[in-house]
């Protein structure tokens, strides 16, 4: 599914701003990644840091952080959650963020209140699918998965 | 886990000032502090921009909207938001408004959080872990 070539899977879950997804994994930990909106935003990225494995994560207090040639700041995290592990191919290779953003996660965390307790803040299916388009159309965001 | 621990954050939570002194007339020095800015509030630093000098023009409506560090590069005003975005707080100087016409209820872009006295300043820079001026 795309709206304004904004790639979009309706089996994720996503914050209000769709800057972020979360996929529910096998073993009920979550993975964290960009978005194509948030790619593209941020231009090609040159840098990805995440917060060492095991350090506790508030909401609010970034999984890692990000630099592009134009954009700096945060991957942000609104669950309370502990960091498991970061993805190596990315954290060596960043601009797998721009051109595959939906298979190169950046994180992998385990919620500490539990998996389903942690989506249920988060939009997912219709009414995500509905909210990322509008928010593409509204502010006119074409995305481009090449890499730039 | 991965074998290269360089890419893994593991600071300290820190407090940092970033003392701005350049503005319109130096706009290559006015990006920087704010991309700083930025990451360093990602990586859970408290970070506080003060504006000083003619950095306090930056903060005048219409001024960071105007331009940019670099010909058809990215505005200001997008760097003051994206610092904002990542948790910077920014203070304004009020004894320097007066010298830039600057009024502070009616001129000041929405991003200020704070209209700062000196003393302000005087104990951020005496708490903070580092200060950087641009």
């Excluded at chain 2, 991309?35 to 930056?58: K, W």
Aim: with cysteine.
């Amino acid at each position: 599914m795309e709206c304004n070539g904004c790639e979009f899977h309706s089996e994720l879950y996503y914050d209000s701003e769709y800057q972020i997804w979360l996929r529910r994994e096998h073993d009920d930990s979550l993975t964290v990644g960009m978005t194509d909106i948030s790619q593209t935003i941020a231009g090609k990225i040159l840098h990805v840091r995440v917060r060492r494995p095991g350090t506790v994560r508030e909401p609010g207090k970034p999984v890692a952080t990000i630099e592009s040639g134009k954009w700096a700041g945060p991957i942000p995290n609104f669950i309370h959650c502990v960091i498991v592990e970061g993805n190596i191919e990315v954290l060596e290779n960043p601009v797998l963020l721009n051109s595959d953003p939906y298979n190169a996660w950046i994180a992998r965390v385990e919620a500490s209140a539990g998996v389903d307790a942690a989506l249920d803040t988060f939009l997912t299916g219709d009414a995500a699918h509905e909210g990322y388009c509008r928010r593409a159309r509204e502010e006119d965001i074409h995305c481009q998965r090449k890499v730039r | 886990m991965a074998d290269n621990m360089d890419h893994y954050l593991d600071n300290d939570e820190k407090t940092v000032v970033i003392l701005m002194t350049s503005g319109p007339s130096t706009p290559h020095r006015c990006a920087t502090p704010f991309y700083l800015g930025a990451i360093m509030a990602s990586m859970d630093v408290e970070v506080h921009v003060f504006f000083t000098m003619e950095g306090v023009r930056l903060m005048q409506r219409g001024v960071a909207e105007s331009f940019a560090a670099m010909e058809g590069g990215k505005k200001i005003i997008d760097f003051i938001r994206d610092a904002k975005r990542a948790g910077v707080t920014l203070h304004v100087c009020q004894p320097a408004l007066p010298g830039y016409k600057i009024d502070e209820d009616n001129d000041l872009i929405d991003e200020v959080d704070e209209v700062s006295r000196a003393s302000v300043l005087a104990d951020l820079v005496l708490r903070s872990d580092n200060v950087i001026t641009f």
